[in-house]
């Protein structure tokens, strides 16, 4: 259904009965007054129209109960889509021009004279950001896109752990990824565990700025098991740099939606992200 079509409410029990009652009432009226037809027709034509009249009413019923289902479905689909369109307002509003604005500062720096140090920064800043510029205009063009209510966004597999380590290495971070051999895992478990790797690795590099931090990953019986360990500060006097402070509710939400556990917990001066997410798949 079409989100911007407001569903029709017609029903043709009531036409198909007034036809047929038409016609049972003309029949009745050519019946001669005299000889069987005239004893046996009239009371089966009365019953006839009796009948189509409860069957016209039953249906009617129906066909109403049905029209106030769909329009509860499009009414719930137009304030999906309302609220999409203004979520996509504010990220271009005030999240786009935002990281437009790192973009331009960040390239702008080229050529005032600085160290090698400095200008590799500077230059992971501004990749990070065109990238980061890239996929918001791609989120904003599906949240935008009515056609794209009823689809689902591509999903993020263990395929991808390599980029997000990669990604989170421009902050600085010295990372090592381990993992072994899992045997078959389950699509929302590959996202799960995606989604707390991303999520650790942002907070070590806000938190502890240029650190080692180690990625494991391998399978216990029937459990995929994750654990994020960073080493902690490497530099005195690190500014940590704190979120929204809803990243780690979150994907303990998502772990906990597939009957996992996660744990985040101060480890040796550094800061420690498990979590143990039950796989079915074999």
């Given at each position: ?13 009531v ?60 009414a ?80 993020e ?30 699509q ?14 942002s ?38 740099s ?7 509710a ?33």
């Open positions: 259904m079409n989100a911007r079509t407001r569903p029709s409410g017609r029903s043709t029990a036409p198909v009965a007034a036809v047929v009652i038409s016609v049972l009432v003309m029949m009745m009226c050519t019946v001669g007054a005299q000889g069987p037809p005239a004893v046996v027709l009239p009371p089966l034509l009365v019953g006839g129209a009796v009948a189509t009249a409860g069957w016209a009413l039953r249906r009617s019923r129906a066909d109403r109960t049905a029209y106030e289902a769909r329009l509860t479905a499009w719930a689909s137009e304030a999906v889509l309302a609220e999409r369109l203004r979520i996509a307002r504010d990220l271009h509003d005030i999240v786009s021009h935002g990281l437009g604005l790192i973009t331009v500062r960040a390239a702008a720096t080229r050529h005032l004279p600085k160290s090698a140090e400095v200008q590799s920064a500077l230059t992971d800043i501004e990749e990070t950001s065109r990238h980061a510029t890239a996929e918001l205009r791609r989120m904003l063009g599906v949240l935008r896109e009515p056609s794209t209510a009823g689809r689902r966004a591509p999903v597999s263990l395929d991808d752990l390599p980029g997000i380590v990669r990604g989170a290495s421009r902050a600085g971070l010295d990372i090592g990824l381990d993992v072994e051999p899992l045997g078959p895992v389950s929302g478990v590959q996202v799960a565990v995606c989604k707390t790797v991303r999520e650790a690795l907070n070590a590099a806000r938190h502890a700025g240029p650190t080692n931090v180690r990625v494991r990953l391998y399978r216990d019986g029937a459990d995929v098991v994750l654990t994020v360990a960073d080493a902690g500060p490497s530099v005195d006097g690190w500014p940590a704190p979120g929204a402070g809803h990243g780690l979150g994907v303990r939400e998502r772990v906990g939606s597939l009957g996992g556990t996660l744990s985040a917990e101060h480890v040796d001066g550094g800061f420690r992200v498990s979590a143990r997410i039950p796989d079915e798949v074999s």
